[in-house]
């Protein structure tokens, strides 16, 4: 009784294993690829609302500290022009980064297969 227990059981997750090890790429290119660009996607959004850029581009034209003479106007516009110019190029490198990470997600089986496979080629040699 318990030997037939044990090889069912056995049974079960071999069969189990197996699903899951043939799933595992159909998962990773469909459900996963589309959670992996979501959360890309999120984080370069987060990026955007932690530089404040649109906060910037939006109040490009209004006075800092109240300045609302001539001078005030020109200097506050130019310093948040630059300012707008710098976080454009930070939101730029991180989304940059964010989209190599994103293309190492979608090569990653790729490679894993391939270093497998070269990994065993010694056997056949």
Same mark, same amino acid.
């Given at each position: 009784?318990?030997?037939?227990?044990f090889s069912s059981s056995l049974k079960?997750?071999?069969?189990?294993?197996?699903?899951?090890?043939?799933?595992?790429?159909?998962?990773?290119?469909?459900?996963?690829?589309?959670?992996?660009?979501?959360?890309?996607?999120?984080?370069?959004?987060?990026?955007?609302?932690?530089?404040?850029?649109?906060?910037?581009?939006?109040?490009?034209?209004?006075?800092?500290?109240?300045?609302?003479? &001539?001078?005030?106007?020109?200097?506050? /516009?130019? #310093?948040?022009?630059?300012?707008?110019?710098?976080?454009? %190029? =930070?939101? +730029?490198?991180?989304?940059?980064?964010?989209?190599? &990470?994103?293309?190492?997600?979608?090569? /990653?089986? #790729?490679i894993i297969v391939y270093e497998i496979?070269?990994? %065993? =080629?010694? +056997?056949?040699?």
């Open positions: 009784m318990a030997g037939n227990i079960y997750i071999t069969i189990d294993l197996a699903g899951d090890l043939l799933y595992w790429p159909i998962w990773w290119y469909s459900k996963g690829l589309l959670k992996a660009a979501k959360i890309c996607l999120n984080e370069i959004t987060d990026q955007q609302e932690r530089l404040g850029l649109l906060v910037w581009i939006k109040n490009i034209s209004t006075p800092m500290f109240g300045q609302y003479d &001539l001078e005030g106007r020109i200097i506050s /516009f130019f #310093v948040r022009l630059i300012q707008i110019i710098v976080r454009f %190029f =930070l939101l +730029l490198i991180w989304s940059i980064l964010i989209l190599v &990470l994103f293309l190492i997600w979608l090569i /990653f089986p #790729v496979g070269d990994n %065993f =080629l010694w +056997l056949f040699k």
